[in-house]
């Protein structure tokens, strides 16, 4: 690009010379020596070198200035992308933060209820035992307390056999002295009396 720029230059600049040249050789042809040509020609080309470098000069401040300007760019965007991260990571680390101290306290909820749920199943179970113990011993006290009066009531059922001999082919006791009082009646008034009194008249002897 600089080449071509000085090209351009060097073009106009010869172009330049060359319309004066003609314009002065119309109105006024004086003779030019090898002398004077090789001396314009020489100035010519110091011009140009002063002129190239010149433009080498503003070509490497421009560059210069560019590359300072892309550095600060960089320098800007970097100032930026990095505080954009610092900002993303704080971001990134409050939310894991949050996220851990949630997850903490559903833990520590999950704890709390099944540290209830086991107390209220230990209370349910110890209901549970409670209650068929209760059952138990009601039961085991009803069959303690009855046993005694079984036993008794059995024995007294025995004596009661024993004493009234039921199991007598004529009959108990009571009734076969019902029997010999009402034969006894029978010839005793007094005695016939006193069954009208206690005893149906029916089937008593000697009654008609």
């Not at 004066?20 to 110091?46: F, K, Q």
């Not at 200035?65 to 892309?70: L, S």
């Amino acid at each position: 690009m600089k080449d071509h720029l000085l090209y351009l230059l060097l073009t106009a600049l010869l172009l330049s010379l060359a319309h004066a040249g003609a314009a002065s050789a119309v109105e006024v042809a004086p003779r030019i020596s090898d002398r004077e040509i090789v001396e314009r020609l020489t100035h010519l080309e110091s011009g140009q070198q002063t002129i190239r470098q010149q433009m080498e000069v503003r070509f490497t401040a421009m560059e210069k200035r560019m590359d300072e300007r892309f550095a600060d760019m960089e320098r800007r965007m970097d100032e930026r992308f990095v505080a954009m991260e610092r900002r993303m990571d704080e971001r990134f680390v409050f939310m894991e933060k949050r996220m851990d101290e949630r997850f903490v306290a559903m833990d520590e909820r999950f704890v709390a209820m099944e540290k209830r749920m086991d107390a209220q199943w230990s209370l349910t179970l110890v209901l549970i035992v409670a209650i068929f113990g209760l059952i138990g011993f009601v039961v085991w006290d009803r069959k303690t307390a009855l046993s005694p009066l079984e036993k008794r009531f059995a024995k007294i059922a025995e004596e009661l056999e024993r004493d009234l001999e039921t199991d007598n082919p004529r009959g108990s006791k009571p009734t076969r002295i019902v029997e010999m009082l009402r034969e006894m009646a029978s010839g005793d008034l007094r005695l016939a009396d006193a069954f009208e009194r206690h005893f149906s008249p029916e089937g008593l002897p000697g009654k008609a």
